[in-house]
């Protein structure tokens, strides 16, 4: 693995809209329906996002993470249906223990919500290169310091596999025993763990030196190898994105 | 019987992509340099005679018995290689404790794997600084340390992974020094190096490796007279050897001796 | 043109028991090729971090002297406004590059990108040193997956890409094949010629004898002798001082060289004259 990150790497009208955008759109949806908690918005925010995972061709990959998380949607709805403070109302029996409406309909509101949470996020971690976003960051004024230790981490800690296994190779070539019961396992730990921590604080010190050398706390106005002009199509999809946002804690406060 | 036999090894690290191509090699105990382009196989062959990876095709054969028959850690008896960075296996707080480590771990008694641990630092010249935190010392020291690591072991066959990388004057002929040593025990040693000077001072046999496989195999004074395929293996004469060359000696020179003894035959007086 | 000036310089790490440098004072030349030799621990790498300003900035510790280099001193700047004067290239490639970028292309451009330089003059830039250091066609490769040989040339291509006026070299070419080494230490004497000044540590003597133009040998911290190869190596000290001669120069005094003699051969070319010379020996 190069480097850690969620990203399909494919074609698709999402894929070539700039991160900035998508992350406006994904943190504007997931707080409308909180800001207008109604089931019409929640779902109606749910298949806008739908659609455009379709669109990016990425459905496929939501479907586990969707999954996953319909174990946790029952939990709720199994103990908000029970126990919810403003049950009144039976829905239904199981076992003669009742189910009460109210409850039940609080568990819908917090599972709609969650679930369009997962997908507006899906937006941005399936469609987005890491290192884009970052870089977009930074050129809106996020620091460049916090930028490159996101980047960085994205690909070192994978490159600490490759390390891993030299380690293992070194010691299993002095005859350690890495394999067989749980006592010879955790006495392989230390002279896999120590080499492992050395040689990642040398390798930290040794390449804030090469940063510093390369001018990283240089004085200069940073610049950039690639142009990304943002277009005036965006600008318009960015500001009408924030309109609706205005428009829903408007709606929000009149009613 | 050849001390270490390999027999149509092929090996890949993905499939499709063969890293190592039908190696055919015996060794008894002469000492071998295997030398070649960066990325030709030689880490992966020893890694391979090791018993780290296991062969795609083909056989190993240590001191006759096939490595599929030995685990890493029996193989660890015969055969020891050191690694090219001593960063990946120094984990304990003092220099003896490190270099006991290995033969504690053949199951010999504490008594015995000090000793051998107290005679490897001494061959390295090490021994003033047993009770040192290794990360304390320089990086060339810590390869000492990790060359006394594995000679502790005491094996038969010795494998070195670039030992001169790094490596200062004073360095150079503790490693010259060890070579001899381990010559004189007739052990087999096999090493990989970029360092043709090296080669031709210490080893009376050499591997080419290129792109997986073997193109030469001879002795050394053979393969350094092959200027051509030494150039389409990135590789060049050792200096001495050029110097011979230039002056028109007929002899492949490997050595200031052979040069000087050479040299002195065929002058023409002025 | 003076490029670097030292004066007096001695340096001592925070919490070690000796100086790492003492009282070292030496002058270079704009465009010089110098060599630094010496055994380990002798101070080598101390004095390359000392022209970057790695030392006394990063390092902190015990700083005294003075150390001069493009007009600048480097106790009055910080490591980044030297970084565009004078570049170092350490030891170990690996942890050179920055774990930031996915590609050698975008990789060279980082240090350009923290320096503001223009994207035009960027590119320009970048495709000069992947032709120059002969990893054009690993442009889309990720750094990390590179063999040690390729990303030491890639570390190198990272600091000659920010074009400064001088380029330190702590032992560049350890990882490389001889081609390899032969590679680099051309390009070096090109960037030389072209105005560059060059300070390279090394340990392979011979290619050091026939590339550089003046050898420092460092012991114990201090500058022994600051002089042409051919002088340095006439010295009958040097293994008591943790170095050696080039294998040439220990041939010429196997087969009669006067061990009085201030000036030695130290390269193939050289020895080859001298042996013609004294023994009217015709060779190719």
Same mark, same amino acid.
């Given at each position: 693995m190069k480097s850690i990150s969620l990203y399909v790497d494919i074609q698709s009208p999402i894929h070539s809209i700039d991160p900035i955008t998508k992350l406006i759109y994904t943190l504007v949806f997931i707080l409308v329906p909180y800001i207008l908690p109604h089931y019409e918005i929640a779902i109606s925010c749910l298949i806008l996002t739908l659609i455009i995972l379709l669109t990016a061709k990425v459905i496929r990959q939501v479907i586990p993470i969707v999954s996953l998380s319909l174990l946790l949607i029952s939990t709720i709805f199994i103990i908000q249906g029970l126990f919810y403070p403003g049950n009144s109302i039976t829905a239904f029996k199981v076992i003669g223990i009742a189910f009460y409406h109210e409850g039940l309909r609080y568990a819908l509101g917090i599972s709609l919500k969650f679930i369009n949470l997962l997908c507006c996020s899906a937006i941005i971690i399936l469609t987005t290169r890491p290192s884009d976003l970052i870089e977009a960051l930074v050129r809106l004024g996020l620091s460049p310091k916090l930028g490159y230790v996101m980047s960085s981490v994205l690909q070192i800690i994978p490159q600490m596999t490759g390390t891993t296994q030299k380690i293992l190779d070194a010691q299993r070539s002095r005859g350690l025993e890495t394999e067989g019961n749980i006592f010879i396992r955790v006495k392989a730990y230390i002279p896999l763990l120590i080499p492992l921590v050395m040689n990642s604080l040398i390798e930290t010190n040794e390449r804030s030196m090469a940063l510093e050398v390369r001018a990283f706390n240089s004085k200069h106005r940073r610049t950039f190898l690639f142009e990304k002009k943002t277009s005036k199509k965006m600008l318009v999809i960015r500001y009408l994105i924030l309109v609706f946002l205005l428009g829903a804690i408007l709606w929000r406060f009149i009613k | 019987m050849d001390t270490l036999v390999v027999k149509n090894l092929s090996f890949a690290y993905q499939p499709g992509i063969e890293v190592l191509k039908e190696i055919n090699l015996s060794f008894t105990n002469c000492p071998t340099a295997i030398i070649g382009q960066n990325g030709a196989g030689k880490t992966t062959f020893v890694k391979l005679l090791k018993g780290l990876l296991q062969p795609i095709q083909g056989d190993i054969l240590v001191k006759g018995k096939n490595t599929k028959e030995y685990s890493v850690a029996s193989l660890t008896k015969h055969i020891g290689l050191i690694f090219q960075n001593p960063n990946d296996q120094i984990f304990k707080s003092n220099v003896l404790d490190e270099v006991m480590f290995g033969p504690l771990n053949l199951k010999i008694d504490l008594e015995e794997a000090r000793e051998n641990?107290? *005679?490897?630092?001494? =061959?390295? =010249?090490? *021994?003033?600084?047993?009770?040192?935190?290794?990360?304390? !010392?320089? !990086?060339? *020291?810590?390869? !000492?340390i990790s060359i006394a690591s594995v000679l502790a072991m005491k094996p038969d066959i010795i494998i070195f992974d670039e030992p001169t990388i790094a490596q200062d004057y004073r360095g150079m002929e503790i490693i010259k020094k060890i070579i001899y *040593?381990?010559?004189? =025990?007739?052990?087999?040693?096999i090493t990989i190096t970029h360092d043709m000077d090296f080669v031709a001072d210490n080893f009376s046999r050499v591997i080419i490796f290129q792109k997986g496989r073997v193109i030469l195999d001879g002795f050394t004074k053979d393969a350094f007279s092959q200027k051509d395929i030494l150039r389409n293996s990135f590789l060049e004469q050792p200096h001495i050897t050029q110097l011979g060359r230039k002056l028109l000696i007929p002899e492949t020179i490997l050595t200031i001796e052979d040069f000087i003894r050479n040299f002195k035959s065929f002058t023409i007086p002025s | 043109m003076k490029k670097i000036v030292v004066e007096g310089l001695s340096y001592k790490y925070p919490l070690a028991k000796k100086l790492s440098l003492n009282n070292l004072s030496f002058t270079i030349e704009q465009g010089e090729f110098i060599g630094i030799i010496g055994a380990n621990l002798s101070g080598k790498t101390t004095l390359c971090q000392a022209l970057v300003g790695l030392v006394p900035h990063f390092y902190h510790g015990s700083?005294?002297?003075?150390?001069?280099?493009?007009?600048? $001193?480097?106790?009055?700047?910080?490591?980044?406004? #030297?970084?565009?004067?004078?570049? #170092?290239?350490? %030891? $170990?490639?690996f942890n050179q590059i920055s774990g930031a970028k996915l590609t050698v292309y975008e990789e060279i451009a980082f240090s350009l990108e923290n320096l503001g330089i223009p994207q035009d003059e960027m590119i320009r830039r970048i495709e000069e040193v992947l032709e120059l250091l002969d990893i054009h066609h690993l442009r889309a490769h990720n750094p990390f997956q590179l063999s040690g040989g390729q990303m030491q040339r890639l570390a190198i291509a990272s600091i000659m890409a920010i074009q400064p006026e001088i380029i330190v070299l702590d032992e560049p070419t350890s990882q490389l094949?001889?081609?390899?080494?032969?590679?680099?230490?051309?390009?070096?004497? %090109? #960037?030389?010629?072209?105005?560059?000044?060059?300070i390279m540590v090394e340990h392979k003597i011979e290619k050091l004898a026939a590339y550089a133009q003046k050898i420092a040998l460092l012991h114990e911290g201090e500058l022994i002798d600051f002089a042409p190869p051919e002088q340095l190596f006439a010295r009958t000290d040097l293994h008591k001082l943790g170095v050696r001669p080039p294998i040439f120069t220990q041939v010429v005094k196997g087969i009669g060289l006067d061990n009085n003699e201030s000036k030695v051969p130290v390269t193939l070319k050289d020895t080859y004259e001298w042996v013609v010379k004294k023994f009217g020996h015709s060779g190719s």
């Open positions: - | 641990a107290l *005679e490897a630092l001494k =061959q390295v =010249q090490m *021994e003033d600084k047993i009770k040192d935190n290794p990360y304390d !010392l320089s !990086l060339a *020291e810590r390869k !000492l *040593e381990l010559k004189s =025990q007739n052990k087999l040693i | 700083f005294k002297g003075k150390v001069i280099v493009a007009g600048m $001193n480097t106790m009055e700047h910080n490591i980044a406004g #030297l970084a565009e004067k004078v570049g #170092l290239v350490f %030891q $170990n490639p094949d001889p081609q390899g080494t032969e590679e680099v230490f051309k390009t070096v004497q %090109q #960037l030389s010629s072209q105005g560059v000044t060059i």
